[in-house]
């Protein structure tokens, strides 16, 4: 059983930066892929950006690209989503997920995973 917190969420101002970070404990997961998602009021929940556990490969949503960076500690079982340039349209609850790790399968589908933490509420104002 692996267990996953998030922590690092709040309120920001438009254009400002955060830097969320996960957790994990239980069944060591430096194999696993690891990845955030957010889900807005309303809407369904989606992919923010992901990083494979074997060969450490990351990905991010279009919307996020060179704005949000995806990274790893595996000493400190942990995973970091530095966001900067944060928009209002980020304004969302983060969630941190883990799976076995499974290059066959789409990193981006939050279907696939196994695990997830109960989510930090960021806010970006305007």
């Known amino acids: 059983q692996v267990q996953l917190a998030e922590s690092g969420g709040g309120l920001v101002q438009d254009g400002g930066s955060l830097s969320l970070s996960c957790a994990t404990s239980?069944?060591?997961?430096?194999?696993?892929?690891m990845a955030w998602f957010r889900q807005a009021p309303g809407k369904a929940r989606e992919f923010v950006a992901g990083i494979r556990g074997r060969g450490g490969h990351t990905f991010y949503a279009e919307d996020v690209k060179g704005r949000f960076t995806i990274s790893r500690d595996n000493a400190k079982s942990s995973v970091t989503l530095q966001m900067n340039s944060l928009k209002p349209e980020d304004t969302a609850v983060y969630y941190c997920?883990?799976?076995?790790?499974?290059?066959?399968?789409?990193?981006?589908?939050?279907?696939?995973?196994?695990?997830w933490g109960r989510g930090t509420q960021v806010t970006v104002s305007s």
């Open positions: 239980g069944r060591t997961v430096s194999n696993n892929d």
């Open positions: 997920a883990a799976r076995r790790p499974n290059i066959l399968s789409t990193i981006r589908d939050p279907a696939q995973y196994d695990y």
